[in-house]
């Protein structure tokens, strides 16, 4: 019988555990549950024997790897897989996959409740601002960045996208205007979302000279990761910027800083928050598990993110 481990250190919605059980129950599949682990070892104590893995933001480092010595197939269930060593996984003979698209719409959900908070002063009584006719730049325009977009007119707001990966003519027909480089995304939007995946091109990317070209009153709205921002160059400029924002589905690694600092100027969620919807874990959890049936099955190798 083959065994599936799900290992996340931030559990599923208990609707979504049941409804993977189902499927692979009806695979014949046996499923066990590694969840809120506080010490690696447990992990790699629970790889051991396992045939396939489900993991959220769960840390697949070489050692984990290394340690599955059943492992063919390791889903992360959500969009980004910077938290999977691939060429480990490469070497190894272990197919990794993404679950592209099926917590989008709980991130973008996320993005937009986010502007809403600090625009309204974190709701803390005083007057704040509208979204209504204000510009947002969407910072790559993947599935959660479309998203975003779509709510975000029903806002009022003035859309431009850049995306040096999709054509012009997709981005405008869904009524958002393409910008050429990211310098004139940042210059012309007051906000801007981000969507970019966290790689060797992006750490660091959004940067002190990037973020100050964005008008009067900027708002960053990071749900991506939080590597892809230059937090020295964030602090910089929010020391010279008191009208600027940040917002993020994530802790900065200098939270204190903004706590001493920049009180009412930025809000930071205190465990990554944007798919931990009850319809996200649904939706992830599930494609998860049957694209490992689907692989172990038939070899099916949709979504396959290494070599
Ligand atoms: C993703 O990349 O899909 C999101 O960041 C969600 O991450 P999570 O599963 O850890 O909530």
Do not use: W
């Amino acid at each position: 019988m083959k065994k599936v481990l799900i290992a996340t250190d931030k559990p599923f919605a208990k609707e979504a555990v049941e409804g993977i059980k189902k499927i692979a129950q009806e695979a014949k599949y046996e499923l066990v549950l590694l969840e809120k682990y506080t010490e690696v070892k447990q992990l790699l104590d629970a790889v051991k024997d396992v045939d396939a893995m489900i993991v959220r933001s769960d840390l697949i480092t070489r050692e984990v790897v290394e340690h599955a010595k059943n492992l063919k197939i390791v889903v992360r269930a959500g969009a980004g897989y910077d938290n999977l060593d691939l060429a480990a996984c490469t070497e190894h003979g272990v197919c990794a996959m993404n679950t592209p698209g099926q917590n989008s719409n709980a991130v973008a959900e996320l993005a937009l409740g986010m502007m809403v908070y600090m625009a309204r002063g974190c709701f803390g009584g005083k007057s704040g601002t509208e979204l209504k006719e204000k510009t947002l730049g969407i910072h790559a325009y993947g599935n959660v960045g479309k998203l975003v977009a779509d709510i975000a007119k029903g806002f009022g707001m003035k859309i431009y996208a850049y995306d040096p990966f999709i054509p012009e003519d997709k981005i405008k027909k869904d009524n958002v205007t393409p910008v050429s480089s990211v310098e004139e995304l940042y210059s012309k939007c007051q906000y801007v979302s981000l969507h970019i995946p966290a790689n060797d091109k992006t750490k660091k990317s959004i940067n002190y000279d990037l973020l100050k070209k964005m008008p009067k009153n900027a708002m960053l709205v990071n749900t991506a990761r939080k590597e892809v921002i230059d937090e020295e160059g964030m602090v910089k400029l929010m020391e010279e910027r008191p009208d600027f924002r940040y917002v993020s589905d994530i802790e900065p690694g200098n939270k204190a800083v903004f706590e001493e600092k920049f009180k009412g100027r930025y809000y930071f969620t205190p465990n990554k928050m944007g798919a931990q919807t009850e319809e996200a874990n649904i939706n992830a959890g599930f494609a998860a598990m049957r694209q490992i049936v689907a692989f172990l099955e038939n070899g099916d190798a949709t979504y396959k993110v290494n070599k």
